[in-house]
């Protein structure tokens, strides 16, 4: 296995426009965590899935994220009408869960700029 | 609330030895991870503490003490690659991490 793999590694779009990133994490990982990063922060959590269920949702979370994993396999993330705020590194995340399983294995990012 | 405390930044010479402290307080506590990242880059994982005392693997090893709420990294004999930012996380109740900010280690020569 190679990883956790996050694609584009790059975006850059103009404000209002909807993007969408995609993250297939390691194949034998239940959980999957979608982070997003800003620089000179630690990850801040946006969501979380164990196979397709989408278990918890920042409260942080405006209504312009939505996040799918249909197939308890790879997941999206959708932000809609961006903004200049929302500029900053997204990171996927997996783990295998179970009592020695909550080590998180990230995907090397998408850094989206809005301008 | 909960929250996760370490330095912003930190400076070591090479081939020095450098502890880097976290202190958390969370709602649960399911173990304490460090990772390492370097700038532009994905955190990795380094270490992982579930009871008190010291694990060692390598160059690196990671202290908890549950009762304090305080964990701590040491970096022997440090290397110019070691400069990254390290990050504390705490596996809450819900079995999420609380991620700590991040403490900025430069190395110099």
């Known amino acids: 296995d190679t990883g956790v793999s996050q694609d584009p590694r790059h975006k850059i779009t103009k404000r209002g426009q909807n993007v969408t990133f995609r993250c297939d994490p390691i194949s034998e990982h239940n959980r999957l965590y979608w982070y997003r990063q800003t620089l000179g922060q630690g990850p801040e959590f946006l969501t979380y899935f164990q196979n397709e269920a989408q278990l918890e949702k920042s409260r942080l979370l405006s209504d312009r994220f939505s996040a799918e994993r249909p197939k308890g396999s790879f997941s999206t993330l959708e932000i809609q009408r961006t903004e200049q705020g929302d500029s900053a590194m997204y990171l996927c995340?997996?783990?295998?869960?179970?009592?020695?399983?909550?080590?998180?294995?990230f995907g090397p990012g998408t850094r989206l700029t809005v301008t | 609330g909960q929250n996760i405390d370490q330095p912003t930044e930190m400076t070591a010479t090479e081939g020095a030895i450098v502890q880097i402290n976290c202190t958390y307080q969370t709602s649960g506590f399911n173990g304490l991870f460090w990772y390492q990242q370097h700038a532009g880059e994905a955190p990795t994982f380094l270490s992982y503490n579930v009871l008190d005392g010291l694990e060692e693997k390598g160059r690196f090893s990671s202290f908890l003490s549950r009762s304090k709420g305080y964990s701590y990294l040491l970096l022997k004999e440090l290397q110019m690659k070691d400069s990254a930012s390290y990050l504390c996380?705490?596996?809450?109740?819900?079995?999420?991490?609380?991620w700590g900010a991040g403490t900025k280690l430069i190395i110099k020569p």
């Open positions: 995340a997996s783990s295998s869960g179970g009592t020695s399983g909550y080590e998180q294995y």
């Open positions: 996380a705490v596996c809450d109740s819900n079995y999420q991490l609380i």
